[in-house]
């Protein structure tokens, strides 16, 4: 199975159980499946300081956002 360019991302905040956890989803299978299918641009577009900056600050801020957890909303 081809993974999809965002799954670097999602591998760079943990994997898709730490990334379900920091987005305050019930279900890691849902950020499993977008390392096939990419990110949704509407959950880009809703933590545009997780997925829309550039590479090199999103690889400083991310053991940073681990840390903290993502509103509930």
Do not use: C
């Amino acid at each position: 199975m081809k993974t999809h360019p965002d799954a670097q991302i999602i591998l760079r905040y943990g994997g898709a159980t730490a990334l379900a956890r920091m987005l305050g989803l019930s279900s890691p299978q849902r950020v499993q499946n977008w390392l096939v299918r990419g990110i949704p641009s509407r959950v880009k577009l809703e933590y545009p300081d997780l997925f829309l900056k550039t590479s090199e600050t999103n690889a400083a801020i991310a053991p940073a956002a681990i840390k903290k957890e993502a509103p509930h909303g």
